[in-house]
Every structure is written in structure tokens, then in C-alpha cells.
């Protein structure tokens, strides 16, 4: 019923090139930051393994024909241009990436019109106030955002201030927007004392028609069928179990793999994600990791984001928009109660992502692409019926960050416990050394990145940063 879809995976062979060991350094993990580490390094002259339990480079970051274009199943934007290394590395190469803008369009089950002002209000104040809250007095974004609704319906709207079916409403929508951003699974365990700090320029800039999958083949030196590194092998489909690391100063870090093989160098770099430390910290390291890093490990939150991506015989919607709907019947099951907002992916104009977080998200990833298309049909018929005809859509395509063993969920946020643990991502992001001091166990990946974590530039930046730690050394 699907059509087949073909995935853009990097050539391995045009960049492997069989190095025997032992390696300088062993890099577990080929998404932004192992990539980076990887390309560093071996740029430097050293002899690089980078490892994949995955069939393709990328990690987090998924690009895929689709429909007779180009879409991300996982990142979808490079999050500023001012000191950004996948932005710079973009424009060093003349590769145009496009800012995306939207203007949210509200729709409500019920099609009333009426309150339709108060909500763009409403939706303009949660935006403005959720942008810099280091200096609020309420720990949770819930408590504070709601707060200042409560004000400002109080002040601008006081026949409303006792509507509690329209201010729950609007609490719940907003609670599902705030949980698309950050990845959470409720608002109310979102922090208001984020580390996070967001890069200047467009927030939103596009690969459109290239991808973000150009972004590693520049780093690779793949891009229009380039040569690769000479000093890099990668192996795909190989999924590590064991990382074994000395405490003297005489031994060879050790990484076991899944096939049998193991591989020995100097050092290893782990950038897997924080979901799969999650899971495996305790069997992963031999020795074990030390108390304060587990304690990161533990205390750190990884939330889920997820996209059913339909495409369509033509477009029928208006492009540049950010569909809001607001569902009027809060019996309804979660496909209209639980979704997030639509969009459209700026190099596929005949398709439309519907955004899912936490537990609506991890359902769906339990359910077939028949049953998901179905529902989602009769989400958007149910909201947009009455302004537009829909089509039956042609083709459907949809991410499964919980579900995928080597991901365990899309990405980290501050949590409420966070502020108890400040140096929780920098502990994490610290290095295993040996008896001399020498770092043996590196880390990387968006988890350790304590300024631009839930990035692909910030796991980028923490991939730089292990690399100049080694070459630094």
C-alpha cells in the first residue's frame, strides 16, 4: 500500500580504507558529534575506526527521498547562523540553506471562531515569556507560563478569567507545544532554569533540496562523490557491547562488539545518546563508570519527538503555516487530543509533518503505518474538512526515536531535577583517564554539551571538543 522508500545512506566504500590496528582512537557513535570527532581527527593525521550500530551515518539526523523530494525524518533545522559549525560549514562550501518562516493558523474541532483573537494573543505572550526564564521565580515552565496567562486574561480579558473550559484549553494546548520543543513528556517537569542558550540569527535555516545529510558529507569529504579520509575506516551494522579501558598507563582501550570482533586503539570517543547510556551504562564500561557520571546519567532527562509525514497528490493547505488544533471534545482519543502542531517540509510542498511528543508519540511507534494514516486523515479532516478538500495522501513516512534500540528517544532537556545537579553534563561529558592523567574514555553527543544540548551543532561543538582534548594532549 506504502510506496518503497529509499533512504540517503553514505557511502562507506568511498571512504574506507582498512587501517590496521591498533587505531589512535575509536569513535562509537557516527551521528553530529562522532562524525565530527571522527573527521577531526583524522584530518590530524590519526588512524580512526568509527563504529555504527546503525545501517547509515547520522544518528539523530535522518535524511530520506520521499514523494519526489527531499524530507528529515529526524533534525530538521540548523538552530541559528552566528558561530554555528554545521551553518559555517554550509556557507564555506556555497551551499545555500534557506531560513523557514511560519504564521500559525488556529483551528478548533467545534469550528468556533469566536475567542480566535484571544488565542494568537495568548500563543504571542507563551512565545515572548518562554524565551528567557532564568530570572522567574516558578521552578516549573508549567507553573510559570500558566501564571502569566492567568495575568494577562485577568488584565485584557476579565469576562474570561472564570472560564475554566477555555483557560484548561489553552493550558493543554500549550502544554503540547512546549512538549514538541523541548521533547518532554509534560511541561511541568520542564525547568525553568535551563542552561540552554539559543545562537543568534535565524532559528530555522533549511537544507531544503539538499538535505542535512550534505552537512556529513562535507565533514567525510564524500560531498559530489569526493574522495573521503584516508586515515578513517567506518564500519555500519556493528553494534558495540563491551568497552574495556585501563587504569594503568601500559594497556589498549578494548571495544567488543556485537559480531565477535573486537578493535584496540589508544583512546575510544562514546557518543551515543544519553537514552542508550540510559540503558546499558551499567554492562556498556569495564571497568564501571565512576558514581558522579552515573548520577548524570540517571538525573538527565531524554524526551521524544516524533513525525508522521503524509504526502499528498497536490498540495492542498497554504504552505507557510503552523497548523494549530485545538481539540473542543476532550473524550476523543489521543490522535486529537495529544497531537502537536502541522507544518510543511520546505522541500517537499506535497507533504504535511504532523508532530507528536512524549506518550502520543510512543503509542503511535506501536502502531502500523495503516492504522497511523488512518488516524491521521481523520485528524486533518476533522480540524481542516470544513475549509479544505483533502485528498487521500499517496504515501506515508514516519520516525521511531523510542522505539530504535541505538537511539532510545530524540533528544535531552532540563528536567526539574537538573537545577539540583548543575554540573550534571559536564560530568558527563568528562573523560575516563588512566594512572598518568591521560584520557582513555571520551564523551560526546548533545547530552554533554551544557549550553547548546538538543542540537545538531551543539553535538557537533562537543565532537570538536573531545578531538582538540586528544590532539591537545
Known amino acids: 500500500m506504502f510506496p518503497l522508500r529509499l533512504l540517503l545512506v553514505l557511502s562507506v566504500a568511498s571512504y ?58 529526524g533534525a530538521e533545522w540548523i538552530h541559528g547562523t552566528q558561530n554555528s559549525r554545521v551553518y559555517d560549514l554550509a556557507v564555506q562550501n556555497n551551499i545555500t540553506v534557506i531560513p523557514q ?33 532564568s530570572d522567574v521565580s516558578f521552578e516549573s515552565t508549567a507553573d510559570y507560563l500558566t501564571a502569566e496567562i492567568i495575568s494577562y486574561i485577568k488584565k485584557n480579558y476579565p469576562h474570561l478569567e472564570h472560564d475554566k473550559q477555555f483557560i484548561d484549553e489553552f493550558l ?12 518532554s513528556y509534560d511541561w511541568h517537569d520542564v525547568t525553568t532554569r535551563s542552561t ?28 559530489n562523490n569526493g574522495p573521503g579520509l584516508q586515515n578513517l575506516d567506518i564500519k555500519l551494522n556493528t553494534e558495540v557491547t563491551k568497552i574495556i579501558w585501563p587504569k594503568d598507563t601500559s594497556g589498549e582501550v578494548k571495544v567488543v562488539c556485537a559480531d565477535g570482533q573486537t578493535y584496540t586503539a589508544n583512546n575510544a570517543i562514546v ?22 557520571k552515573i548520577t548524570s546519567i540517571q538525573k538527565m532527562s531524554i524526551g521524544l519527538v516524533d513525525k508522521v509525514i503524509l504526502n499528498f497528490p497536490h498540495k492542498w493547505w497554504d504552505q507557510n503555516k503552523v497548523y494549530v488544533m ?26 504535511l509533518t504532523i508532530w507528536l511528543a512524549g506518550e502520543a508519540a510512543k503509542t503511535a511507534e506501536t502502531l502500523t503505518d495503516e492504522i497511523v494514516q488512518q488516524k491521521s486523515m481523520e485528524l486533518l479532516r476533522r480540524f481542516m474538512g470544513k475549509n479544505y478538500t483533502i485528498p487521500e495522501p499517496n504515501g506515508i513516512l514516519r520516525s521511531k526515536w523510542h522505539s530504535n534500540p541505538f537511539v532510545r528517544g530524540s533528544y535531552t532537556y532540563d528536567n526539574l531535577e537538573t537545577p539540583k545537579y548543575p554540573k550534571a553534563r559536564e560530568n558527563l561529558g568528562a ?15 548533545e547530552a554533554t554539551n551544557p549550553l547548546h544540548y538538543a542540537t545538531v551543532h551543539g553535538a557537533s561543538e562537543t565532537g570538536y571538543r573531545e578531538a582538540m582534548r586528544l590532539l591537545n594532549a
Open 101 to 133: 518562516d511560519f504564521d500559525f493558523l488556529i483551528f478548533r474541532s467545534d469550528g468556533n471562531q469566536t475567542l480566535m483573537p484571544v488565542y494568537y494573543e495568548l500563543f504571542n505572550l507563551c512565545f515572548e515569556k518562554a524565551v528567557n526564564t
Open 196 to 223: 540552554a542558550e539559543e545562537l543568534g540569527g535565524h532559528l530555522h535555516m533549511s537544507w531544503h533540496k539538499f538535505g542535512y545529510k550534505t552537512f556529513f558529507e562535507l565533514m567525510l569529504n564524500t560531498y
Open 16 to 73: 574506507s580504507s582498512c587501517i590496521p590496528q591498533p587505531y589512535d582512537s575509536i569513535v562509537v557513535g557516527m551521528g553530529s558529534a562522532g562524525v565530527t570527532a571522527a573527521t577531526i581527527l583524522a584530518k590530524a593525521g590519526k588512524r580512526v575506526l568509527g563504529l555504527e550500530a546503525m545501517d547509515r551515518i547520522g544518528g539523530r539526523v535522518k535524511t530520506v527521498q520521499f514523494g519526489g523530494g527531499i524530507i528529515e525524518e
Open 172 to 183: 493543554d494546548v500549550m502544554n503540547l507545544f512546549i512538549n514538541a520543543y523541548e521533547a
Open 271 to 292: 557518543t551515543v545518546s544519553l537514552g542508550v547510556l540510559k540503558e546499558r551504562y551499567d554492562t556498556l564500561f569495564s571497568p564501571e563508570l565512576p558514581d558522579d
Open 431 to 445: 573523560p575516563l583517564l588512566d594512572a598518568s592523567g591521560t584520557p582513555r574514555v571520551l564523551f560526546a553527543g
Open 326 to 351: 485545538i481539540e473542543a471534545d476532550k473524550s476523543n482519543d489521543l490522535w486529537f487530543t495529544r497531537h502537536g502542531d502541522v507544518s510543511t517540509p520546505l522541500a517537499l510542498d506535497t507533504a
